[in-house]
């Protein structure tokens, strides 16, 4: 109770509110001539350089096309706390945007679980087209307006592998009795079950420490938690099954957004959008950099996988849904976007 109060009152003071609410949000400049100036909070969790300048560059955007009326502040790499946690406060209306996984958001979503679907789509153009499609997207960002927040824009997490402190996964087999790291997600939990491994769900903080001390045997992600999150350190063994492709999503309070003027709402929303186009080319031109100083400054080896027999085993996920009431039709939907 002590540290919840402390962490409470830590966070008021961090972001100079006097009580919760999207309404403290708002600071004005201190020239009275000048036109009034929102100040609005985006905190995330630590993240790769290319999302971290994505970011930045969508303040940058929002500034710009407000005339300056409107400016980003950032609360980086996880001072006020975890995914969860920073979806929770935009909830609130104690920060006004995050960007996490999608599967961070299936707690408040079920929708959301859809991209945890090993497989999903065929390849990176399959999940480009999904995510484009605003007749797809636009209903899963307002999934979560009952809750007081949505979805503004995605941007492009890459494929998520299995990487392994004690040898290389060539088939499922080989995950047979392993402790593997997964997200808080349902549907990442029964993947590995299918595969064969034990899913460990934890929090991103946590798997260096858990790899080392041998609590978990591998973890699933992309490349850049290898040399840019130190993983690399522990866990030398890549191995591109390439089972999910998994979006972060950037997501704001619903509160501040009915503040702001339509100019401004306009403003954030095209902003939001030219970021991902941003993030998208900087993403994929730093995957490749970050390989090479994994390889270089950590001897983390890759290899190539038949992901057939991978995809054979997690197929009763597939059915469940495509048969599923709440899912079918989506599910039909994105598959449509791959032929």
């Known amino acids: 109770m002590k540290k919840t109060l402390a962490f409470a009152f830590c966070l008021l003071g961090i972001l100079g509110l006097s009580g919760c609410g999207s309404q403290s949000s708002v ?14 909070r985006f905190a995330y969790a630590s993240n790769s350089q290319p999302v971290i300048d994505a970011m930045n560059k969508f303040g940058e955007l929002v500034e710009e096309k407000t005339a300056g009326s409107v400016k980003v502040k950032y609360f980086p790499d996880g001072q ?38 090993p497989y999903l789509f065929n390849d990176e153009q399959h999940f480009f087209n999904v995510m484009e499609n605003e007749e797809i ?28 402190v004690d040898g290389p996964i060539h088939t499922p087999d080989d995950l047979k009795g392993k402790k593997i790291r997964v997200m808080q997600s349902e549907t990442a939990i029964r993947m590995v079950e299918l595969l064969g491994g034990s899913p460990v769900p934890m929090g ?10 041998n609590l978990i045997n591998g973890s699933e992600n992309n490349e850049f938690v290898l040399y840019t999150a130190g993983h690399g350190g522990v866990a030398k063994y890549y ?15 619903d509160a501040i957004k009915e503040r702001l003027t339509t100019e401004q709402q306009q403003a954030i929303e095209e902003a939001a959008k030219e970021s991902t186009i941003f993030e998208i080319e900087a993403f994929a031109q730093a995957i490749e950099e ?8 950590y001897g983390v080896q890759f290899n190539e996988v038949d992901n057939t027999p991978f995809r054979e085993a997690v197929a009763p996920l597939h059915d469940e849904f495509k048969n599923h009431p709440d899912f079918q039709t989506l599910y039909r939907m994105i598959q449509e976007e791959g032929v």
């Open 80 to 117: 006020l706390g975890g995914e969860r946690e920073l979806i929770e406060l935009t909830q609130s209306g104690a920060i006004d945007f995050t960007k996490v996984s999608a599967s961070a958001l299936e707690s408040f979503s079920k929708v959301y679980s859809i991209f945890s679907v």
């Open 290 to 297: 970050e390989k090479r100083v994994a390889t270089e400054e």
């Open 27 to 40: 600071g004005v400049v201190a020239n009275a001539e000048e036109e009034a100036t929102i100040t609005l």
């Open 239 to 253: 191995s591109y099954d390439e089972h999910t492709r998994v979006p972060d999503i950037i997501i704001m309070n």
């Open 137 to 164: 997207m636009q209903p899963i960002y307002q999934s979560t307006t009952d809750l007081g927040f949505s979805g503004l824009t995605y941007y492009d997490s890459g494929q998520r592998s299995f990487y392994m």
């Open 204 to 213: 991103s903080d946590e798997v260096y420490t858990s790899l080392q001390s």
